[in-house]
């Protein structure tokens, strides 16, 4: 066991840059948790790289100490791929939202989990399209009200793992800001699977779509994430329980 004491998972933290993330958002305590699971995995920085695509979330490649790329909108996977075959050696960490990897990227996510590509997809699914000031994701609920659905979101949410069930061997977690300890025993798991690994981490944005909804603040919005139950890992998920599906294959 680590002594988190020592604050060893600032190591992969770049704490020189200005945070563009807004007060209250969940973006921070996610990639705490990424950093920690790094640590507690030892991953050396020579040996690891985070992707992003666009977005507040596509920012964390930004304020990663290791190697990080900061790709175009969409194309965070399809670039993590070219990393993995020029160099199999490499952890490969996928860290952006619900539009860039489910919305815009979904055609890469389809095919690289087909393909079972050695990478681990870290999604930050806030449901909205949050830097760009709050249209209709993908992962948008049904009914939610976004300034591109002003009389709210007629369609369903894409369900991940729904998709990634349709393929042999597949790992996917789901977790929340709200369980910080869970979240990073997960992202441990992703990172150590051998083959694609998807962890979506049910988030929110209070600025750009909480408000709109009717949340006061980002504390009301957190509380939402209570409804999740932890299980264990099985080969499924109910809607309401977070915890690891996957197949061995
Ligand atoms: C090709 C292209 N289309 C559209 C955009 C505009 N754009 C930037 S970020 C973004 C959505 C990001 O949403 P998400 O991935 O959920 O990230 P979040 O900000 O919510 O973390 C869009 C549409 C862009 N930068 N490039
Ligand atoms: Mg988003």
New binding site residues.
């Given amino acids: 066991m680590v002594d988190m004491t020592c604050r060893e998972f600032l190591e992969y933290v770049d704490l020189d840059r200005e945070r563009i993330w807004c007060p209250g958002c969940t973006?921070g305590l996610m990639f705490k948790q990424i950093a920690k699971a790094m640590t507690e995995l030892r991953i050396e920085k020579k040996d690891v790289v985070a992707v992003s695509?666009?977005?507040?979330?596509?920012?964390t490649a930004g304020y990663c100490s290791f190697d990080s790329v900061h790709t175009?909108?969409?194309r965070a996977i399809a670039v993590s791929e070219g990393i993995k075959l020029a160099n199999s050696n490499l952890k490969v960490l996928v860290i952006?939202?619900?539009?860039?990897?489910?919305?815009?990227?979904g055609n890469h996510l389809l095919h690289a989990a087909r393909r079972n590509t050695n990478i681990t997809v870290i999604c930050?699914?806030?449901?909205?399209?949050?830097?760009?000031g709050g249209?209709v994701?993908p992962?948008t609920q049904t009914g939610v009200e976004t300034i591109t659905t002003p009389y709210g979101n007629p369609y369903p949410q894409i369900n991940v793992l729904g998709v990634l069930k349709s393929n042999k061997k597949f790992f996917y977690a789901r977790s929340t800001p709200m369980h910080l300890e869970h979240l990073k025993n997960v992202v441990k798991k992703a990172i150590a699977w051998d083959g694609f690994a998807f962890v979506e981490v049910k988030s929110y944005?209070i600025e750009?779509s909480g408000r709109r909804q009717g949340f006061k603040n980002s504390y009301d919005m957190l509380q939402t994430l209570k409804k999740y139950k932890i299980v264990g890992e099985k080969d499924d998920l109910n809607e309401d329980e977070i915890g690891i599906a996957k197949r061995e294959g």
């Fill in positions: 973006i695509g666009i977005g507040c979330t596509g920012r175009l909108h969409g952006s939202g619900d539009g860039d990897l489910i919305g815009i990227g930050n699914n806030n449901e909205i399209y949050g830097l760009t249209q994701s992962e944005c750009n």
